[in-house]
């Protein structure tokens, strides 16, 4: 039951993905509110990193072990996003023609995404440990930082002549690995001593951080400017009242 419920939010998670390259095939929304998105969920996924992750990790497997895979997953992140920049995926979650014109830089930003997904949809997975429920603030911030990355890719996709059907298929298969990464945080980790959960916490919240820091915030100040600070502090206060009401 559990790995169904770790698939089912997994895949809810994902489709995110699908909402964003529909909006980047069929519409193109106004920069001001994808970046009010960005920011909102930047503010959102912060807050769960802090309460819901790192929090939860250290009471379960203590300081020590959560700042250690804290770090580590920081440090992946930072040199996987690195090797992914060479590969013009250093925008993937921006949502401007700039970021996402020829076709190679499109299916780099794809492959980002599923690089992206990783931590996210092991975090659902893991979320789902003790028994008592996925983390709504988590999975809420991972549906928001996933719409524009869907959106970006599609939209240099369609401009470089690829197919619809080839473009929806491509993110279909990335939300269903989505669907699975869900399921094998959850079953990986599902009886493993506290302090192995704390650690693989801790490196799928580092590896989130880093991704807000490296592509989240950037984009939501390039356009929101002076508002976007606020913007993220009201996504951090929602998502800290979603964690007391619901944890």
Request: proline share 4%; charged share 10%; glycine share 14%.
């Amino acid at each position: 039951m559990g790995a169904l419920t770790a698939l089912g939010w997994g895949l809810f998670g994902g489709s995110a993905l699908l909402v964003g390259a529909a909006i980047g095939w069929f519409a193109r929304p106004s920069p001001r509110i994808v970046a009010a998105v960005m920011a909102f969920g930047s503010g959102v996924l912060i807050s769960a990193i802090a309460f819901d992750l790192m929090d939860d990790a250290a009471a379960k497997g203590g300081i020590a072990a959560s700042a250690t895979g804290f770090m580590v997953g920081a440090m992946a992140f930072t040199l996987g996003a690195l090797y992914l920049a060479r590969r013009d995926a250093g925008g993937r979650k921006r949502s401007s023609a700039s970021a996402a014109a020829p076709a190679t830089a499109a299916m780099a930003i794809a492959l980002g995404s599923v690089f992206d997904g990783i931590p996210e949809s092991m975090v659902i997975g893991l979320s789902l440990l003790d028994g008592e429920g996925v983390s709504l603030p988590v999975v809420i911030a991972i549906f928001l930082s996933n719409v524009p990355e869907g959106m970006s890719s599609s939209a240099g996709m369609k401009a470089s002549g690829l197919s619809r059907r080839f473009v929806f298929g491509l993110w279909s298969g990335i939300a269903i690995l989505c669907g699975i990464g869900a399921v094998a945080g959850f079953h990986l980790f599902a009886g493993a001593p506290p302090h192995y959960v704390a650690i693989a916490q801790g490196v799928a919240a580092g590896a989130m951080l880093a991704m807000i820091a490296d592509t989240m915030i950037p984009e939501a100040f390039d356009t929101a400017h002076d508002f976007a600070g606020l913007i993220t502090a009201a996504g951090f206060v929602c998502a800290f009242m979603l964690s007391h009401a619901f944890g």
